[in-house]
């Protein structure tokens, strides 16, 4: 059956719309408190009152004239979508602010229900609210919740569905408010234009249409340029407006505007709304709290101390169950080489599946201890301080406090995930701020990229691992802070965007929620696993096995075999001493050895290598490194394994990695420089392939594709320039 109403939960961004849909719903759902995380629209239907009534929990918004996607999709669904009633959600600690969108709904007259939620904070503070009073000055229904504990969830269903019947088809009347004889005399005049000319009229309140005109909404004026030519005319009388404010007031009419909503708002708390208690704590848990975490010399400090015990308890707690999982591919692999014949099938099943799943899931423990991490910090309100505090820095390179957190996700800390860091950039409220975070997150050294420097490091630097992994990481956030500050003076120029983000008070996480939270990240990288990364790396097995060796060096390899097969039977008979025994085994598993990286230099991927192979000597790569980091395009995790392969040890289990770096030392295609230019070349060249595909999904097409031409050849040109000066040393 179709739901019979549709109710929205509208509010500021952790006024408690997704608690509130969650008690009405029963349906899990993403908490957090961090402003802007509810990025979606979500829906649930409930039943009650004997009606069926859908849902819609809907992005945070601060104001009906949007600044960011969450605040436009919100406001799309309000205008477009006509449902049946609003509640609007109200963070009631801070009331004066959360009604400045109240107040707009009731411009827009649309049926609103007011939720004053967290009253339980607001009488722990002991201030009294009057919300009957309220309603009345309103003229809309004010229901006192607790989303948290579900209070007050019946009768705010209750009054909206009552709202919903009243009003079905019906208009209520818009509020009108003044503001000021300057754009009072503006708007009455467009308001007449646009009724006369039923100027989008079918589906807005005329005052607002013109209100929407004056302060300039993108929006409302592309769609109105299409309605009619009546546009022009209404644009011509914003201009003379502003042109008129700014000679007589010095200000724009958008200030005004908000400046007398803020009055309308004030002026009705003043009447009699709120009430403080005379002994009510002058400064509250969150202010003093405050007064040390973001102190100007303690506060960084105290950063710095919660990232660096982040990173410690990631890496204690975390290695713990990588190694139960790890260990668990280990065996999956040596069960199915055991229980299947040699062949394409089982190399496919092993090479292909276990090998390239197994690497990806083997991180997660460590990202699901990490997210936990971020999660409860989020969760606390201390990841909106980090924001607040690094915004200072950020600003300088032309980035925003928010993006700190995307960063973070990406690999700041070592053993992130570029896909769920680029995607966290859906919160930043300025497009060039998001499209530059975007762009530079892939920098950071992600979960993938960690194993490939630590090779390396145990090969080059064995005594220097901790140091240069430290190293990288620093790196890693040079170059984004870097070629953000590029980006944002060349092909994203633009103001930087002030700081709006506010300072939810602290709150003691709940562990549910954390938990929650910490899943719904991780899933992300494990789907990640499960679908392309599968994918990828079938394809890429087949293009390291295909087209195989040609038949008369593969009969090669064989007779070498059947020779030192024949010779260690005719040592088995005499009793020689063992250790020529294991001296021929060797041998036998070393043209093994010889025969996979003949193979390997034969197929698909190794042909290209080796054509790649007179560019990328210039930074020190041989044809082996090309392949690996071919495929690590399709998922960083891919090179560690690859190097393996090609450098003649079939597969490489993180216990053999130390013989994969003793190997790496000893070849004479690998020397210190060559080294660390490739770990510049892997820390910065093109994001993997799903993180390229965010990209697009984020930013589009045209971005995803400059950063993986951009990336590259930044990195080739720093690899080649660093293997250069070096060697010549
Ligand atoms: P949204 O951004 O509007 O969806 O807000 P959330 O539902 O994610 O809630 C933000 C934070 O406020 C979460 O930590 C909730 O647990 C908390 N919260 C929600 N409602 C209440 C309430 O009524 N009282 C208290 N004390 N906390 C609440
Ligand atoms: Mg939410």
Redesign the pocket.
Known sequence: MQPEFTIA?A????????????ALTGAR??????????VTKKEGVVNSQGKSVKIV?LP?TYSLTPYSEEELAARSFVVDEKPHAVID?V?ANTLERSLYLTVQFLELGVPVVVAL?????VRRRKIRLDSARLADLLNVPVIE?????G?GKQEMLKEAIEFAQQNKGSELNPVRISYGEDIDKALDEMEQKILAARFMTDRLPARWIALKYIEGDEEVLARGRKADALSMELEATSHKLAKHVRTTLDTSPEALIADHRYGFISSILRQGVVKKDVTQERINFSDRLDKVLTNTFLGPLIMLGVIYGMFQLTFAVGEIPMGWVEEFFGWLNASVTAAMPDGLLRSLITSGIIDGVGGVLGFVPLILVMFFCLSFLE?F?YMARMAYMLDRVFKMFGLHGSSVMPFIISGGIPGGCAVPGVMAARTLRSPREKLATILTAPYLSCGAKVPVFVLLAAAFFPQYGADVLMLITLGGWAMALIVARVLRSTVIKGEPTPFVMEL?PY?I??FR?VLIHTWERGWQYIKKAGTVILAISILLWAAMTFPGLPENQAQQFEQQRVQISQTIDEVKAADANPEALANLEDKLAQVDNLEAEATLKNSAAGRAGTALESLSSLAGFDWRTNIALVGGFAAKEVIVSTLGTAFSLGEVDPEAADSLSARLAADPAFTVWSAISLIIFTLLYAPCFVTVVVIAKEAGWKWAAFSVGFNTVLAFSLATLVYQVGSSL
Request: proline share 9%; glycine share 16%; hydrophobic share 25%.
């Open positions: 939960l509010g500021n961004p952790n006024s408690g719309k997704t608690t509130m849909f969650n759902q993403h908490v957090g408190n961090y402003p802007g995380v509810t929990d945070g959600i963070d939620n967290m009253m339980d904070e919740t607790v989303a948290r504990e209070e969760d309100g939810p709150r996480p709940l929620g």
